[in-house]
């Protein structure tokens, strides 16, 4: 059985995309069979993975409103393990037909149960919003995995993200877990971005993951080539972040034998031999980190 993952904050541009994307791309890589369900009518994971989102006939909309067979959506993608259901425009048409669906808030689990034994992670991408679309996703989790943007205000609708989760958990499905909590686009430069991870670290305890994301000019480029960031230049700080993310991730989701591999294996080496650009890297800015992974004291 799959274990499914919704990565949401209802505030917009915090870091779920990029996040999941690149989480997604990395264990893949690690040999798991992952499913990322781009769940925004923006489309920005299904194009981040190099897939044309307006020629697409079978998206989540059909998953969500028509009740199309899963199996029948589903795409492959250009990286080995890693399938995707694409998004478009036309989902943000389907809150409005959810609202009149009988167990509105559970037809993305029903949909799911039909094909999570296929794939060892179901990643799913949430809207920037609170609405029926994020509580499919949350029904239908295992575990909510939230991105924070390492700036003044990234506390600030927490309150409300939490409430929701543990409404969610309270009253529509209990097994709902915290999972975990990404810093992102940290510039270690500054007080506030210590002050922020001190802060998360303060609240969440061992949920915050240990490696934060610095900002990083590649991390935003790499979409536009239809990449994620960790294919496009995996030499890059940033993409090496996520490698670091994906390996902790791979680490605390999965099997004892899993963690024994993640020991042994290289997988900076491997993802090298998927891409072009290695030459490409961006060159940390003065007085930045090059470790990304700060200690937790
Ligand atoms: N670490 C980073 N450094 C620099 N830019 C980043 C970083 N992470 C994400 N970005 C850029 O910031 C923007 C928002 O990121 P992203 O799309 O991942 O956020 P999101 O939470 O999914 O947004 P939305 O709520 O609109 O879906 C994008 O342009 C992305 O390329
Ligand atoms: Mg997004």
Redesign the pocket.
């Known amino acids: 059985m799959g274990k499914i993952f919704s990565?949401f904050?209802q505030?917009?541009?915090?870091?779920?995309?990029?996040?999941?994307?690149n989480i997604a791309t990395v264990i893949a890589n690690l040999g798991k069979k992952v499913l990322l369900i781009d769940l925004?009518s923006?489309g920005?994971?299904t194009s981040?993975l190099g897939i044309e989102k307006n020629e697409n006939e079978s998206t989540a909309y059909q998953l969500l409103v028509e009740n199309t067979d899963p199996k029948t959506i589903i795409k492959k993608t250009t990286i080995e393990n890693l399938w995707a259901i694409p998004s478009n425009a036309h989902l943000a048409g389907a809150e409005m037909h959810l609202i009149s669906q009988e167990k509105r808030e559970f037809v993305l689990r029903e949909q799911l149960e039909k094909i999570s034994v296929e794939f060892d992670y179901i990643f799913l991408?949430?809207?920037?919003s609170l609405g029926l679309i994020s509580i499919n996703a949350l029904t239908s989790s295992s575990y909510v995995v939230i991105?924070l943007q390492c700036e003044y205000y990234a506390l600030e609708g927490l309150g409300q993200l939490l409430n929701t989760y543990q409404l969610v958990k309270k009253n529509l499905s209990s097994n709902l877990e915290l999972g975990g909590v990404i810093l992102?686009?940290?510039d270690f430069r500054t007080n506030l971005t210590q002050q922020v991870i001190e802060e998360v670290r303060n609240y969440f305890k061992d949920k915050a993951f240990q490696t934060v994301?610095?900002?990083?000019?590649?991390?935003?480029?790499?979409?536009s080539f239809g990449k994620p960031a960790v294919l496009y230049d995996p030499h890059n700080r940033?993409a090496q972040?996520y490698v670091e993310l994906g390996r902790e991730f791979l680490s605390r989701f999965g099997s004892d034998e899993d963690r024994q591999n993640l020991s042994r294996q290289e997988t900076v080496a491997n993802l090298d031999t998927q891409t072009t650009t290695a030459q490409n890297s961006e060159p940390a800015p003065a007085g930045e980190q090059a470790q990304t992974t700060p200690s937790n004291t």
Request: aromatic fraction near 2%; charged fraction near 20%.
């Open positions: 990565f904050n505030k917009g541009g915090v870091g779920k995309t990029t996040s999941v994307i925004d923006q920005n994971a981040g991408d949430c809207p920037p991105p992102t686009m940290a994301i610095p900002r990083s000019v590649k991390l935003s480029e790499a979409p940033g972040a």
